[in-house]
């Protein structure tokens, strides 16, 4: 069952990962997110971003597992954190992270409290993207920050 909790989007961020490594910061930011207790969507463009993410997040912490799936995996209402290239919400998330894609939907801004969006620092398309949907939810008055490198040097102890 798929609850409305419409949500203002009150709490947006922008991560501009400026290193190589764009999916173990990704994982960190995951992690982050999951540590506060909130049940997490992630929204790849592609199967092969999503699995990527997937199978990282399988060894990415020594503090703690993560339990996610994808849309490949069963029980996705029962997902902490749930990947997927699709729109569907199945495990009820409060926070939608978009990886590699710079796409909101009208149901989005009303059913998330949280988006958090990432963009890598050496892909112009990427920064394009991401200030392409910047300026677009500043116009529409949302409030939003910006991080440069937020999850550089955080480390897995």
């Known amino acids: 069952m798929i609850y409305l909790y419409n949500f203002p989007m009150d709490n947006i961020t922008f991560y ?7 999916v173990k910061n990704t994982c960190k930011l995951i992690e982050v997110e999951y540590l506060k207790g909130d049940k997490i969507l992630v929204r790849t463009k592609d199967d092969a971003s999503q699995e990527e993410l997937n199978d ?6 020594k503090k703690a ?3 996610h799936g994808s849309k490949f ?20 998330a409060q ?15 009303k059913y998330f409290k949280n988006l958090a969006v990432i ?19 500043k116009l529409e008055g949302y409030n939003m ?7 550089d040097g955080l480390d897995d102890e």
């Open 119 to 137: 963009f890598y620092g050496s892909d112009d398309s990427h920064l394009n993207n991401a200030r392409s949907l910047y300026k677009s939810l």
């Open 95 to 109: 926070t939608l992270i978009l990886y590699n894609i710079f796409h909101l939907t009208e149901y989005d801004k």
């Open 73 to 92: 995996d069963d029980k996705a209402s029962m997902q902490a954190v749930y990947i997927t290239t699709d729109t569907e919400i199945p495990n009820n």
């Open 16 to 22: 501009h990962i400026q290193n190589e490594e764009y």
């Open 145 to 151: 920050a910006y991080s440069a490198a937020a999850l």
């Open 56 to 61: 990282v997040l399988w060894l990415f912490s």
């Open 65 to 67: 597992f993560i339990p």
